[in-house]
């Protein structure tokens, strides 16, 4: 209940309170429980302005982060999801709740099990994880509605373009290792288009089309 309180206030300051504006991002933010994706010592942080370690050298996003991106896939319902990244699998329950099916891909295998606890002890279904390098995305399961990548990467990584279906949308924080702008890659049937959005700074995306390890 106290964290439903928070959560609450997280969602109307953090994300209102800027410039979040999609009725069903704020909805998901409003009802996944993100303090049950953080290491349970810090769960009295969960909603803080503020990305957060959550071991492995790794980090869970900012919530307004996980916002901003989620809303520049514009999802609807009906979409296949790929994330590459799953860390906390925070993200992934936000794209659960917002798509047909999310498929999540992390290298860090420990990272990835303790994900898929915290998914099924929030009732969060639809989430497929796999433990490998994300930068080859997953073949087996392309195309992709949606693609989004919650590492930063010097560059997109090709096999992601190619796994886009046409009218799909991919987010990713692209840049060197100090900073990152969001870009936002369109799929059309003669190309991509690519707008740009914030600047940020993620841990980097490690693997044969990221950064070398
Ligand atoms: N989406 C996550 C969340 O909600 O907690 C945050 C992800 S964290 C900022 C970035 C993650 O990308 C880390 O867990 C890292 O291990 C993972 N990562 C880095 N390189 C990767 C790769 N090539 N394939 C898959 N995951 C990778």
Known sequence: MEFEKVRLLMVEKQLMGRDITDPRVLEAMRNVPRHLFVPPAHRDM?????????????????????????EMLELTGSEKVLEIGTGSGYQSAVLAALAREVYTVERIEELSLR???????????????????????????????????????????????????????????????????????????????????????????????????
């Open 115 to 213: 994900a898929q606890r915290a998914i099924e002890s929030s009732g969060i279904k639809d989430v497929n994880f796999l433990v490998g390098d994300g930068t080859g995305g997953w073949p087996e399961e392309a195309p992709f509605d949606s693609i989004l990548v919650t590492a930063a990467t010097p560059e997109i990584p090709p096999p992601l373009l190619e796994q886009l279906t046409e009218g799909g949308i991919l987010v990713a924080p692209v840049g060197p290792q100090s900073t990152q702008q969001l870009v936002k890659v369109t799929r059309l049937e003669d190309g991509f288009r690519r707008e740009f959005g914030i600047f940020c700074v993620f841990v980097p995306l490690i693997g044969a089309h990221g950064f070398d390890e």
């Open 46 to 70: 969960a909603y803080d302005d503020m990305a957060m370690g959550i071991g492995e050298g790794q980090t869970i996003s900012q919530p307004y982060m996980v916002a901003r991106m989620t």
